[in-house]
């Protein structure tokens, strides 16, 4: 299912007076609001969403704006809490001489948005060198971040901790590597471009983060790594990469991103196609414009959604929608840019989805072999007690 075009029109951060004419004949067409709402909520969107509806009031309904106004008051007060949070961590770090990178949310809240509370997050992201993981990790303890997130709350692949400050969960996932495991090359601390500095909200404390080159590259990777068939990709996602190259497009070393992090090229071509960018950087991709089909769809097949929530569709639905998605949605997950071919990359899907299917077979099969087994126990336990009785 494709995202709404007025949704997909607010990954801008920030607009000039077409971008707000476009937006108001957007919001005056024929809205699914209670679908949008849903939307912008699912793709961290909503605070953002309401930033630019704001400067368009009017022609948005008034039961619409109250529920994204609540969304973006309590993102304000989370990432206050938040930010206070990480300043506290940030000092005791550095009392330790343990320096850490702010990754993601929450740098990006601060150097890149106009309003801190536009950028929805989870929790805090550091990343540190490997050797100073066993001291960072008692300090956080230390500092009361102990517990686990709530049950469900969070679906991550590191293990976090943290707490609750004035009721807002705060969590924080400590790295030694910018990548999880199983993507790729390992990328740690060490192998990083000069950091960058950012003040960490008003109270003129600094903070560091991934220089601008590397933060591009990390957003590309990262919303490519989670175009998945399990999970949904998410907007905001998008709208970093798309505040990135518009804010800070001059600021960018192009000749090192096309050296040595050329995949950023491949992402901006493929992100192009949804959101253009600014025709200077859309000149420095290097690569002629191809329509491609899908632009914005998600994988909507299985393992997405369990069979019998597809049923409706029929076997031949299914299997489309499994074998074959959407020609945006597998360049970006394969990382396959526009001027490539896609045999390789629907080959590769199918390879995957077989992989998924008998990986899930075997966990069938072992849940029915101990059932079976367990069954066949209690009976024979239940015939050795008769046994046991007889005279």
Same mark, same amino acid.
């Given at each position: 299912?494709?995202?709404?075009?007025?949704?997909?029109?607010?990954?801008?951060?920030?607009?000039?007076?077409?971008?707000?004419?476009? #937006?108001?004949?957007?919001?005056?067409? @024929?809205?699914?609001?209670?679908?949008?709402?849903?939307?912008?909520?699912?793709?961290?969107?909503?605070?953002?969403?309401? =930033?630019?509806?704001?400067?368009?009031?009017?022609?948005?309904?008034?039961?619409?704006?109250?529920?994204?106004?609540?969304?973006?008051?309590?993102?304000?007060?989370?990432?206050?809490?938040?930010?206070?949070?990480?300043?506290?961590?940030?000092?005791?770090?550095?009392? @330790? /001489?343990?320096?850490?990178?702010?990754?993601? =949310?929450?740098?990006?809240?601060?150097?890149?948005?106009?309003?801190?509370? #536009?950028?929805?997050?989870?929790?805090?992201?550091?990343?540190?060198?490997?050797?100073?993981?066993?001291?960072?990790?008692?300090?956080?303890?230390?500092?009361?971040?102990?517990?686990?997130?709530?049950? =469900?709350?969070?679906? !991550?692949?590191?293990?976090?901790?943290?707490?609750?400050?004035?009721?807002?969960?705060?969590?924080? @996932?400590?790295?030694?590597?910018?990548?999880?495991?199983g993507y790729?090359?390992?990328?740690?601390?060490?192998?990083?471009?000069?950091?960058?500095?950012?003040?960490?909200?008003?109270? =003129?404390?600094?903070?560091?983060?991934?220089?601008?080159? /590397?933060?591009?590259?990390?957003?590309? @990777?990262? #919303?490519?790594?989670?175009?998945?068939?399990?999970?949904?990709?998410?907007?905001?996602?998008?709208?970093?990469?798309?505040?990135?190259?518009?804010?800070?497009?001059?600021?960018?070393?192009?000749?090192?991103?096309?050296?040595?992090?050329?995949?950023?090229?491949?992402?901006?071509?493929?992100?192009?196609?949804?959101?253009p960018l600014?025709?200077?950087?859309?000149?420095?991709?290097?690569?002629?414009?191809?329509?491609?089909?899908?632009?914005?769809? /998600?994988?909507?097949?299985?393992?997405?959604?369990?069979?019998?929530?597809?049923?409706?569709?029929?076997?031949?639905?299914?299997?489309?929608?499994?074998?074959?998605?959407?020609?945006?949605?597998?360049?970006?997950?394969?990382?396959?840019?526009?001027?490539?071919?896609?045999?390789?990359?629907?080959?590769?899907?199918?390879?995957?989805?077989?992989?998924?299917?008998l990986q899930?077979?075997?966990?069938?099969?072992?849940?029915?072999?101990?059932?079976?087994?367990?069954?066949?126990?209690?009976?024979?336990?239940?015939?050795?007690?008769?046994?046991? !009785?007889?005279?």
């Open positions: 299912m494709s995202v709404h075009p007025l949704l997909i029109h607010c990954t801008r951060l920030e607009g000039d007076e077409a971008f707000y004419a476009q #937006l108001a004949r957007l919001a005056q067409g @024929e809205v699914p609001w209670e679908r949008l709402l849903a939307e912008a909520k699912a793709h961290g969107m909503a605070p953002l969403l309401y =930033g630019h509806l704001r400067s368009i009031r009017e022609a948005v309904p008034e039961a619409a704006m109250r529920s994204l106004s609540g969304l973006y008051a309590r993102n304000r007060l989370a990432n206050r809490v938040r930010t206070q949070a990480l300043a506290r961590v940030l000092s005791a770090f550095a009392q @330790e /001489d343990i320096e850490a990178l702010v990754l993601k =949310g929450g740098a990006l809240m601060h150097f890149l948005y106009p309003d801190p509370a #536009l950028r929805p997050m989870s929790d805090l992201d550091l990343l540190v060198r490997r050797a100073d993981v066993p001291r960072a990790r008692a300090l956080l303890s230390d500092l009361g971040f102990q517990g686990a997130p709530p049950q =469900g709350q969070f679906d !991550k692949s590191l293990p976090t901790i943290g707490g609750y400050i004035e009721g807002v969960w705060v969590g924080i @996932e400590l790295h030694d590597n910018l990548f999880e495991r790729g090359a390992p990328c740690p601390f060490e192998g990083l471009r000069p950091p960058m500095r950012f003040p960490l909200g008003a109270n =003129g404390q600094m903070a560091q983060t991934l220089s601008y080159e /590397d933060t591009l590259w990390h957003l590309c @990777e990262h #919303l490519r790594f989670h175009t998945t068939v399990f999970l949904p990709w998410r907007l905001i996602w998008v709208a970093d990469i798309i505040g990135m190259v518009e804010r800070f497009a001059d600021r960018l070393d192009w000749d090192y991103l096309a050296q040595r992090r050329r995949t950023v090229f491949d992402s901006l071509a493929l992100l192009n196609a949804l959101v600014p025709a200077g950087v859309a000149a420095r991709l290097g690569q002629a414009p191809k329509k491609i089909a899908g632009v914005g769809e /998600d994988f909507g097949g299985w393992p997405r959604a369990a069979l019998a929530e597809q049923r409706t569709k029929g076997w031949r639905g299914i299997l489309r929608d499994t074998l074959w998605p959407p020609e945006w949605w597998l360049r970006m997950h394969r990382g396959v840019p526009p001027a490539r071919p896609l045999v390789g990359a629907r080959l590769g899907h199918g390879f995957e989805i077989a992989r998924w299917a899930w077979a075997g966990e069938g099969i072992h849940r029915a072999t101990r059932r079976v087994g367990a069954h066949c126990t209690a009976r024979w336990r239940r015939i050795r007690r008769g046994l046991d !009785k007889r005279p």
